[in-house]
DNA sequence: AAATAAATTTAGGCAAACCTAAACTTTTAT
DNA sequence: ATAAAAGTTTAGGTTTGCCTAAATTTATTT
């Protein structure tokens, strides 16, 4: 397998190049990594000769497909971790990025997919960004903002759009987090709020501040 | 802190010498760690400028203070990821070790706090060793077999001295596991089988045989 | 288009953690 | 008690992943 620098590595092209499209440089991936460009050129070469990037000496670097199935591979188990890191362990989100660092580099195929389903197979990660499948496949799904949503229509909160305390506080309050299934009862024309059921055993009237906040994805 | 390497000689010194007791040899060590004796030797040294362990050439090492801390510590984090496996991701004793052994590395005091909580403070990993409290104490809590249990008394199974299939089996297929809390319900003077009660919410009847192999620990 | 600036690579080193081979202690056997 | 055997340490090397300094390439100015 790889090593844990080389994964970083991996990722950091893969977030630089946004998602595998672009050529990434050297003093880029220098400043992510918080190593010096040397090292960098150094490392390059190496993934360069196991077919995992696309290295062209003073253009840039890309990954290769192996590379990017590589990729997909770390980001599905640092965006599980989050996630179990939130729900189950109720880390606050600036608690969970060091430690899921971490996580992502422990190596066991059925330690990622037992807990992929002990999460209930969870699409986004506590960010509302997308969790990689088993096969590699990130899809974006769309998001919408909750007060899009009409009269009966369902959508798992996937991201919230305010991380000050008193807000986190109040969804917490209120029942609502990442995943949790909504659908909206009704709708009040006169200060156009919202009744949303909550996981389909609590309800309640969201003003529209709020409802501008939260985003969604489809059931 | 210190290296994975590090903390893979403080852990095997310390489950070599007994619990910190004995002193432990350069060979000893290299057949555990899987290494060279001379890779052995290198290290020891490095341990004993840092104060972890008190290292007389030739003749062995023992852990110090702070070297039992840090090997205890370990050991916490080892057993509750190992009760994490077995008990939410459906882990096989078996299954456990291998990745058990990586995240035990994972750097952080939180994660390991509310991992703790999240198992509801377990006080024994599933292979029934104790685990260390997060002061540092291991208690190795007096350990009974169950056939010595009066009428009433409680235990909670601590260990299991057979490790066939077949008697794995048995035991799963009535309702024993690490954990469990038996109550004795009944003695059958005929034959030393004892009615237990198992979780307050069945009974069977387990012949001398079986109770030989079943140890618990006061509730 | 030449000169300067910026980015990148190469060369040579260092620490960690391992290795082999040789030297040294300690133990065991004669 | 001494020689052989066993165990341990030291010396010198390797790989990984980082570093600094110098050389090289590319980009930007004038």
């Not at 960098?40 to 290295?55: E, G, I, P, T």
């Not at 986004?124 to 899809?139: C, F, K, N, T, Y």
């Amino acid at each position: 397998m790889h090593s844990t620098a080389e994964e970083n590595y991996i990722k950091a092209i893969y977030k630089l190049s946004g998602g595998g499209a672009n050529a990434v440089s050297t003093t880029a991936l220098s400043e992510t990594l918080e190593t010096k460009p040397a090292s960098v050129s150094d490392m390059l070469r190496k993934l360069s000769a196991k077919d995992l990037v696309h290295y062209v000496k003073y253009y840039g670097v890309q990954l290769t497909e192996e590379g990017k199935r590589v990729a997909l591979k770390i980001i599905r188990k640092h965006r599980l971790w989050e996630v179990f890191l939130v729900q189950k362990l109720h880390f606050t989100w600036d608690e969970v990025h060091e430690v899921a660092e971490q996580m992502e580099h422990v190596k066991s195929e059925l330690l990622i997919q037992r807990l992929d389903e002990f999460l209930g197979h969870p699409r986004v990660d506590p960010h509302g960004d997308p969790i990689p499948s088993e096969a590699g496949e990130l899809r974006q799904e769309e998001q919408r903002v909750l007060s899009s949503l009409a009269v009966e229509q369902k959508g798992v909160v996937c991201r919230v759009k305010d991380s000050q305390p008193a807000f986190l506080q109040y969804l917490n309050k209120v029942g609502i987090q990442i995943g949790s299934q909504l659908q909206v009862v009704d709708k009040i024309p006169y200060d156009n709020s919202l009744e949303i059921s909550i996981d389909k055993n609590r309800s309640v009237i969201l003003s529209s501040d709020v409802l501008e906040k939260i985003f969604v994805i489809n059931p």
